[in-house]
């Protein structure tokens, strides 16, 4: 079992920053962050392998940053240029293989609120 836990939502002026982190209990494969929205699926923002690989939604490509710290177990997703439709509840997600298969893993959710 991967505990994730997000930290880094808020409140924050369009056109301005926010830094969020998840800490995984332990080693895991992919890593990323998704978002909803109040009445919209979940959504892609980025995800990120243990090599560095990225894959961003077209909708943060240049102005999302994701990275992750393999020592610690660590993703981080850097948010600039925020606008008021990046509001939503942002959830890390870790993907293992756990005994023969690959397992999801879900962060509780942190708030980012981009105010217009």
Known sequence: QVQLVESGGGLVQAGGSLRLSCAASGSTNAMGWYRQAPGKPRELVATITTGGSTNYAD???GRFTISRDNAKNTVYL????????DTAVYYCYALKWVVSKWTNYWGQGTQVTVSS
């Open 78 to 85: 850097q948010m600039n240029s925020l606008k008021f439709e």
């Open 59 to 61: 909708s943060v490509k």
